[in-house]
Nanobody, 127 residues
């Protein structure tokens, strides 16, 4: 089992940047694929970005491609989401999630594929 704790959220103006972090407990962080999702008020949780266990493969939602970068440091058991050129429509609670299945690929864009979730961190982008 793994516990996930997000940090780094906050209030930023449009065009600004934030870096989210997700720290994982346990000694098997490198065995999990990791993802970032977000949920805006009144909307369903949606995929943002994912990264494979080794960090060799990354996946992005079209809405954030070219603006957001997911990365991980397995030595620190941490996954990051660098968010640049933020827009008001990026406002949401951001969650990190861990998936213990061996296979990566497009399935990492699906909410129900993940086994563990953090509590979330609020990101608010003002216009």
């Amino acid at each position: 089992q793994v516990q996930l704790v997000e940090s780094g959220g906050g209030l930023v103006q449009a065009g600004g940047s934030l870096r989210l972090s997700c720290a994982a407990s346990g000694r098997t962080f490198s065995s999990y694929h990791m993802g970032w999702f977000r949920q805006a008020p009144g909307k369903e949780r949606e995929f943002v970005a994912a990264i494979s266990r080794s960090g060799g493969n990354t996946y992005y939602a079209d809405s954030v491609k070219g603006r957001f970068t997911i990365s991980r440091d397995n030595a620190k058991s941490t996954v990051y989401l660098q968010m640049n050129s933020l827009k008001p429509e990026d406002t949401a609670i951001y969650y990190c999630a861990a998936d213990r299945t061996i296979i990566a690929g497009a399935r990492l864009t699906l909410v129900y594929e993940y086994d563990y979730w953090g509590q979330g961190t609020q990101v608010t982008v003002s216009s």
